[in-house]
């Protein structure tokens, strides 16, 4: 369905993104979440085609598009393979927050490799005993001379398997500091006394998740990311463009999965008729179809917001709860309109499902997001508690 955010100068961009998805990344899907294989070759046919954080400076190699632009690829490239489309995601997140406080020689050496798909980056701000808490942050950072030393560990870090580098999150200051006293480097992974993990996951294991331990790693001091004590600033502002992207991504696998159940409706057959004579299909299936629109276009106004230079932090936030858990009530329904072969690893259903569950957990759960609406919404007087979480 056309919106007012789908314009003619997007359009083309967006076919493309749609050709590459479906032509090249979808026919891998499964068998890449199966092996827990992640093809950077793909990666790399994905940035010669100008498609990974296109809203990224000409002088980096992007090509100084609108925040829209970058929505509606990773939309596309969610339809074809949810946990692919993680490229996008964090090419964005992290080429913000790159583009806007690293120094000039480390954002030269990192961005274009980033921007052409040679390379990625993760970000690592979780900690075991931290989770939401994000001010709460116990992983130690200590200026030595022309370097900094960090110790602790990260957990449930995105690509740390696959990654080239990692933005990391770490306190320079007291514990009473919280928010203070967080600051932001970018860690390259080859350094010594990094050692990284897996998880066995129900879901996105082509990209995989795992811990991250730093032991006394010597990280040179340019890489310091903008001012000490200001890290928590940085990934917060950054937060509010990744959360209306993810809404799209997972939307996009939401909306594939219907436009391939409304297909099956029209094609199978019982007590002799199509299915889709029965209104306790097609009804379902128009109830979901509505919702998903409906927060297609939320989630593409918070973009338009950001490309305004207009405030989105609670816009973002409805997009970051209510799309992926959303995604997973509508595929869970194709899922079953399918039957048993719904069910079977035959098709991408269950596949799907388990992938957008974990977004109903990473960057910020449903609760989380509603603190951070009613604090816009109400001031932050009346919902002080939410100081803790940004």
């Known amino acids: 369905m056309k919106t007012v955010f789908d314009t003619e100068e997007l359009e083309p961009v967006r076919d493309l993104a749609r050709r590459f998805a479906q032509e090249?990344?979808?026919?891998?899907?499964?068998e890449r979440e199966k092996s827990g294989r992640f093809d950077m070759a793909l990666v790399r046919e994905m940035g010669g085609l100008g498609l990974i954080a296109p809203e990224l400076g000409e002088q980096y190699g992007g090509l100084g598009a609108s925040h829209l632009c970058s929505g509606l690829i990773i939309e596309e490239i969610g339809?074809?393979?949810?946990?692919?489309?993680?490229?996008?995601?964090?090419?964005?997140?992290?080429?913000?927050?790159?583009?806007?406080?690293?120094?000039?020689?480390?954002?030269?050496?990192?961005l274009p490799g980033l921007i052409a798909?040679?390379?990625?980056?993760?970000?690592?701000?979780?900690?075991?005993?931290?989770?939401?808490?994000?001010?709460?942050?116990?992983?130690?950072?200590?200026?030595?001379?022309?370097?900094?030393?960090?110790?602790?560990?990260?957990?449930?870090?995105?690509?740390?398997?696959?990654?080239?580098?990692?933005?990391?999150?770490?306190?320079?200051?007291?514990?009473e500091d919280r928010a203070r006293g967080i600051s932001a480097i970018?860690?390259?992974?080859?350094l010594p006394g990094i050692t990284t993990s897996k998880f066995s996951n129900m879901g996105q294991n082509s990209i995989g998740h795992g811990s991250i331990w730093f032991d006394n790693v010597r990280v040179p001091a340019n890489h310091l990311l903008g001012e000490e004590g200001k890290g928590f600033v940085q990934v917060?502002?950054?937060?509010?463009?990744?959360?209306?992207?993810?809404g799209l991504q997972a939307l996009g696998t939401a909306r594939q999965s219907l436009d391939e159940t409304w297909t099956y409706i029209g094609e199978r057959r019982a007590f002799g008729k199509p299915l889709s004579a029965y209104q306790g299909i097609t009804h379902q299936l128009a109830d979901f179809d509505t919702r998903v629109?409906?927060?297609?276009?939320?989630?593409?106004?918070?973009?338009?917001?950001?490309?305004?230079?207009?405030?989105?932090?609670?816009?973002?936030?409805?997009?970051?709860?209510?799309?992926?858990?959303?995604a997973y009530e509508a595929i869970h329904a194709c899922l079953l309109i399918h039957g048993?072969?719904?069910?079977?690893?035959?098709l991408p259903f269950q596949q799907r499902l388990r992938d957008v569950l974990g977004l109903q957990i990473g960057d910020g759960t449903a609760h989380i997001m509603k603190n951070i609406i009613a604090r816009e919404r109400a001031g932050r007087t009346a919902n002080a508690a939410s100081e803790k979480i940004r």
């Open 24 to 30: 090249r990344v979808a026919p891998g899907y499964m």
């Open 79 to 110: 339809k074809a393979d949810f946990t692919f489309s993680y490229v996008s995601l964090l090419a964005s997140l992290n080429g913000q927050i790159l583009s806007a406080n690293a120094r000039p020689e480390v954002a030269e050496e990192w």
């Open 117 to 175: 798909g040679e390379h990625l980056l993760a970000i690592a701000l979780t900690e075991p005993k931290g989770g939401s808490d994000a001010a709460s942050l116990g992983l130690k950072m200590e200026r030595d001379s022309d370097a900094y030393i960090l110790n602790g560990e990260k957990t449930s870090i995105s690509a740390n398997q696959v990654a080239k580098g990692v933005i990391t999150f770490a306190r320079t200051g007291t514990a």
């Open 186 to 190: 970018l860690v390259p992974l080859d």
């Open 236 to 246: 917060m502002q950054g937060f509010d463009f990744s959360r209306s992207l993810i």
């Open 293 to 326: 629109e409906a927060a297609r276009l939320l989630s593409l106004n918070a973009l338009w917001l950001k490309d305004q230079g207009l405030r989105h932090t609670a816009e973002a936030a409805m997009t970051k709860w209510w799309p992926p858990l959303l």
């Open 340 to 346: 048993h072969a719904g069910y079977s690893d035959a």
